[in-house]
């Protein structure tokens, strides 16, 4: 099956520093990949839509100015989160339909600790 | 109303039962389904996926959808202990194709 890598898998970062999370797909292209967060022993909550070569779409509640989202080619895109703050403590997982859009395809996840 | 609807849990079944997990779904356009997988700390694993409706096997896994109830669900037969973890329903949406998570329902089989 296709492979979607993601990195890195664990960071650490003090308050009010700035994290990037890169996501690529490897053996397929991604003109769209989604980014989703899962806090403990919750579902995954989609933030975003990456759309390769346009803007990002972002779900409601989503502050874009905060998590920062670049699809600059069809194999990768970028998640920064700006100005981390203890509550962006999570699990950060990307994904990337097919081309028939019958599976997603997800990342390893990214889990990011604010300290 | 929340998009996909799951139990919570946790469901507790012993080893070698079998053990069902339900969904429901509010968008009556969508086609897609599927069931995840996730162990504490990973990233979900797909299990099943779905189309029509009617029962799909794959090994000791069955999934179930009807459309017309706007319902899906996971069988799993003579569970193991490794089949304990949160199970996790997706849609995907009417005319796109966001993947929409139910809240998972957490599956523990006894040894």
């Known amino acids: 099956g296709a492979v979607v890598s993601q990195h890195p898998s664990r960071v650490i970062c003090k308050s009010g520093t700035s994290v990037k999370i890169e996501c690529r797909s490897l053996d397929f292209q991604a003109t769209t990949m989604f980014w989703y967060r899962q806090f403990p022993k919750q579902s995954l909550m989609l933030m975003a839509t990456s759309n390769e070569g346009s803007k990002a779409t972002y779900e409601q509640g989503v502050e874009k100015d905060k998590f920062l989202i670049n699809h600059a080619s069809l194999t990768l895109s970028t998640l920064t989160v700006t100005s981390a703050h203890p509550e962006d403590s999570s699990f950060y997982i990307c994904?990337?339909?097919?081309?028939?859009?019958?599976?997603?395809?997800f990342g390893q996840g990214t889990r990011l600790t604010v300290v | 109303q929340k998009e996909v609807e799951q139990n919570s849990g946790p469901l507790s079944v012993p080893e070698g039962a079998i053990a069902s997990l339900n969904c429901t779904y509010s968008d009556r356009g969508s086609q897609s389904f599927f069931w995840y997988r996730q162990y504490s700390g990973k990233s979900p694993e797909l299990i099943m996926s779905?189309?029509?409706?009617g029962d799909k096997e794959d090994g000791r896994f069955t999934a179930q959808l009807n459309k017309a109830s706007q319902y899906v669900s996971l069988l799993i037969r003579d569970s193991q202990p490794s089949d304990s973890a949160t199970y996790l329903c997706?849609?995907?949406?009417?005319?796109?194709?966001?993947?929409?998570f139910g809240a998972g329902t957490r599956l523990f089989v006894k040894a």
């Open positions: 779905i189309y029509s409706n």
């Open positions: 994904s990337a339909p097919d081309r028939a859009v019958t599976e997603a395809f």
């Open positions: 997706a849609v995907v949406n009417t005319g796109g194709f966001k993947t929409i």
